[in-house]
């Protein structure tokens, strides 16, 4: 029998006097692990107030970085470091940090939770090769939790599952990992027995190095049940491992905890249906440090380019956010795939064409940059200098056309970098912003260039009857954020708009119409026919699909060898202008092919020409084509106290709600019974909804959101 070891964990008011790293120490050992092998590029994913925040500050505190822990609550954690994060409690912004852990170097990214932020988790998620999702331990999976996690999917990124705030009364376990398989899609792999649950949790038994790891120095565990435990978990593994069932039925020396964690890596490499689960507490500072032991044991080493391909490509970087300083101006956050990243460097950028020069090179420290000189592949860095390089960009020294087969040849040998371009999801509120006096429009075009640079969510456009700016955002919260951004960071005073739901239109049906346009400029008579047709799209998952470019349909009669590129780029002009104004709401027109069937002249025919017959053309189509509205719809789960329930069910049946699940259950410090009520509601239903369920339930309730796709808006 193995010896069982007990680990003490000391209180959080006195365990930083054991800790003698200084933050330049800290920065020293961090950048001398240069090996890709030992640097886990990580992000934190999870619903708001899973605690996530907290827990990279309970990382940072072990890591040495810092001498005592910050508090969400009091606004002085490290990450949340904007002065709204610290106002308001929540992560408005991802934050990038590196430290060393156990002679690795661990770039960690922590993620927004609050739905409106959602490109924020999206564009670290490209570029991280592991995840940990916070769970609370009273909720399971949330609604945003379940929309990060699909997220990573889309990205392939394997995860780690940490399941925190297992002091609350409420946490349930059991509960936890049966939301885990049912919402994640997943077989949960515990790797921690709990000791105790709610007030009576004071840690856990890591069932891989059998240590207890406890608050509580009088508690001692019998080693009898740890080996069971332990058992368990190894009979679990050997299930669904042939390796471990090998070793369990035909080896006669213990399974050690070296070929447990090599089991559990196979199992989350072979496929991503099972994930290890670790339990903990991060405002009690109880499992941190074994949580950061699982991300260098479970999580995979940084992605490179292989040394072959180094060769061709030079270095090789994805810019995946930007943010703007008042003294370094753009700073880029790059991940490096291959080669090195150096000061004064010259690098070339594949989608603007140009070269662009690095004037200097920063290790991210949360609001903080260090300088160093170089920074090699599979590492994180925030460079300065860069002018026009924006979220999606690819850099490298080396100037390579075909990206897109470079790309391709990488994927036939199982490396995924990230395309090129960075979709962002689609607004779904809109408002006209306006400042107090003309002198400050230019002051505010500059400021709203310079956030929506680092903010690819937000959109900005100007009324073309009105001249009026208008801001197209992810929620009222979004917005909300961009107006304070604008007082406190470029000093304007500015007035919002009403909030008006961002809407879409449709066409129901196929038309053709045929368009024939007569010019007369300077006694030059120039003729245009053109043909174009519209057809619908169905977008299985409700979701909508902006026009991209027309598409040509050539014959034997008619196959376009007289159209240029530049009369096709006219035509595409012409066309996305008549689509982004729709006849029913002005809204603009989504989930539409527009093809290009013939085009006739004679005379001199401009571009412009082109344009304005296309965009003719295709108003002609719309008119025909039946169009129908279409509403953004949300995901909403309300968490209500029971005797409440039946109110929010009719407050939200007023709000069109299509009802999807009500839930009963426990939760509450006092033990109530409390219920949870799943819907499916209009956007525009919504607006001002938090202070009206306040009212109705004397503030007994909280709910979430998510969009949930677009449809067409009812008669009512």
């Known amino acids: 029998m193995r010896l069982f070891q007990?680990?003490?964990?000391?209180?959080?008011?006195?365990?930083?006097?054991?800790?003698?790293?200084?933050?330049?120490?800290?920065?020293?050992?961090?950048?001398?692990?240069?090996?890709?092998?030992?640097?886990?590029?990580?992000?934190?994913?999870?619903?708001?107030?899973?605690?996530?925040?907290?827990?990279?500050?309970r990382m940072l505190y072990h890591a040495g970085f810092i001498r005592s822990m910050g508090n969400v609550d009091d606004g002085n954690t490290t990450m949340d470091y904007m002065e709204q994060e610290r106002e308001r409690g929540i992560t408005i912004t991802s934050a990038a940090i590196t430290i060393p852990w156990n002679k690795h170097r661990i770039n960690v990214i922590d993620t927004p939770g609050h739905v409106d932020f959602t490109i924020e988790v999206e564009r670290s998620l490209r570029v991280l090769d592991g995840a940990v999702a916070i769970l609370d331990a009273s909720a399971g999976v949330e609604t945003q939790s379940l929309t990060v996690w699909r997220q990573a999917n889309r990205y392939h990124v394997p995860r780690l599952i940490y399941i925190n705030k297992m002091d609350k009364p409420t946490a349930n376990?059991?509960?936890?990992?049966?939301?885990?398989?049912?919402?994640?899609?997943?077989?949960?792999?515990?790797?921690?027995?709990?000791?105790?649950?709610?007030?009576?949790?004071?840690?856990?038994?890591?069932?891989?190095?059998?240590?207890?790891?406890?608050?509580?120095?009088?508690?001692?565990?019998?080693?009898?049940?740890?080996?069971?435990?332990?058992?368990?978990?190894?009979?679990?593994?050997?299930?669904?491992?042939?390796?471990?069932?090998?070793?369990?039925?035909?080896?006669?020396?213990?399974?050690?905890?070296?070929?447990?964690i090599v089991a559990i890596c196979r199992l989350m490499i072979r496929d991503q249906r099972y994930v290890p689960v670790l339990v903990g507490s991060s405002i009690k500072n109880i499992g941190v440090p074994t949580l950061l032991d699982a991300i260098v044991n479970f999580l995979p080493h940084?992605?490179?380019?292989?040394?072959?391909?180094?060769?061709?490509?030079?270095?090789?970087?994805?810019?995946?956010?930007?943010?703007?300083?008042?003294?370094?101006?753009?700073?880029?956050?790059?991940?490096?795939?291959?080669?090195?990243?150096?000061?004064?460097?010259?690098?070339?950028?594949?989608r603007t064409n140009e070269r662009e020069q690095i004037n200097k090179v920063f290790l991210p420290f949360a609001d903080n940059m260090e300088d160093i000189d170089e920074i090699r592949a599979g590492s994180i860095a925030v460079l300065s200098g860069l002018k026009e390089a924006s979220s999606g960009d690819i850099l490298v020294s080396n100037k390579r056309p075909d990206l897109d087969t470079f790309l391709h040849d990488l994927k036939q040998k199982?490396?995924?970098?990230?395309?090129?371009?960075?979709?962002?999801?689609?607004?779904?509120?809109?408002?006209?912003?306006?400042?107090?006096?003309?002198?400050?429009?230019?002051?505010?075009?500059?400021a709203l260039k310079n956030i929506k640079r680092e903010d690819p969510s937000l959109r900005v456009r100007i009324d073309d009857q009105t001249g009026q700016t208008i801001l197209l955002g992810m929620g009222e919260l979004h917005?909300?954020?961009?107006?304070?951004?604008?007082?406190?960071?470029?000093?304007?005073?500015?007035?919002?708009?009403?909030?008006?739901?961002?809407?879409?239109?449709?066409?129901?049906?196929?038309?053709?119409?045929?368009?024939?346009?007569?010019?007369?400029?300077?006694e030059r008579h120039a003729t245009i026919s053109i043909t174009l047709s519209i057809e619908p799209i169905v977008a299985d998952d409700k979701k909508i699909i902006p026009f991209s470019q027309i598409r040509i349909i050539r014959t034997e009669e008619q196959n376009f060898e007289h159209l240029r590129q530049e009369h096709i780029e006219a035509i595409n002009l012409g066309v996305r202008l008549a689509l982004s104004t729709g006849l029913i709401k002005g809204a603009e027109i989504v989930n539409t092919e527009v093809k290009l069937h013939d085009v006739q002249f004679s005379g001199s025919i401009t571009p412009a020409l082109?344009?304005?017959?296309a965009s003719d053309c295709v108003r002609a189509c719309l008119r025909l084509a039946d169009c129908a509205l279409l509403q953004p719809v949300m995901h909403v789960e309300v968490v209500c106290v029971a005797d409440r329930t039946q109110v929010v069910l009719d407050d939200l049946a007023r709000r069109h709600s299509q009802i999807i699940d009500v839930k009963q259950g426990i939760s509450g410090g006092l033990q109530e019974s409390m219920s949870t009520v799943v819907t499916r509601t209009p956007l525009a239903e919504l607006i001002g909804y938090s202070s009206t369920l306040r009212t109705i339930t004397s503030g007994q309730a909280d709910f979430t959101l998510a969009i949930d796709g677009y449809e067409p808006v009812r008669s009512h």
Not at 422 to 438: G, M, N, Q
Not at 489 to 500: H, R, V
């Open 6 to 57: 007990c680990v003490t964990f000391f209180p959080l008011r006195t365990f930083h006097r054991y800790t003698s790293s200084t933050r330049l120490q800290v920065f020293q050992n961090a950048t001398q692990i240069v090996d890709p092998q030992r640097i886990r590029n990580v992000g934190i994913i999870a619903h708001i107030d899973a605690g996530k925040t907290t827990t990279v500050e």
């Open 173 to 260: 376990l059991s509960m936890c990992l049966a939301s885990i398989r049912q919402k994640f899609g997943v077989e949960p792999i515990l790797l921690h027995f709990p000791l105790g649950h709610g007030k009576q949790f004071t840690g856990m038994i890591d069932l891989l190095n059998e240590t207890q790891i406890s608050s509580n120095e009088q508690l001692k565990i019998s080693s009898e049940l740890v080996t069971s435990e332990r058992l368990k978990l190894i009979e679990k593994l050997a299930d669904i491992d042939d390796k471990i069932a090998d070793l369990l039925l035909f080896n006669e020396k213990p399974i050690s905890n070296t070929q447990l």
């Open 302 to 350: 940084a992605r490179t380019i292989p040394g072959s391909s180094i060769s061709n490509m030079g270095t090789f970087m994805y810019i995946f956010k930007t943010v703007h300083d008042r003294q370094k101006l753009p700073l880029s956050f790059a991940r490096i795939y291959s080669g090195s990243v150096k000061r004064r460097m010259s690098l070339f950028n594949t």
């Open 414 to 446: 199982n490396i995924f970098l990230p395309d090129p371009g960075l979709e962002a999801p689609t607004p779904v509120f809109f408002c006209t912003v306006e400042t107090y006096s003309e002198s400050g429009q230019k002051q505010l075009d500059f």
């Open 479 to 522: 917005i909300d954020i961009i107006r304070d951004r604008l007082k406190r960071e470029y000093g304007l005073e500015t007035y919002l708009g009403p909030l008006n739901v961002n809407y879409r239109e449709s066409p129901r049906k196929n038309v053709q119409q045929t368009i024939v346009w007569n010019s007369h400029i300077n």
């Open 610 to 613: 082109y344009s304005a017959a």
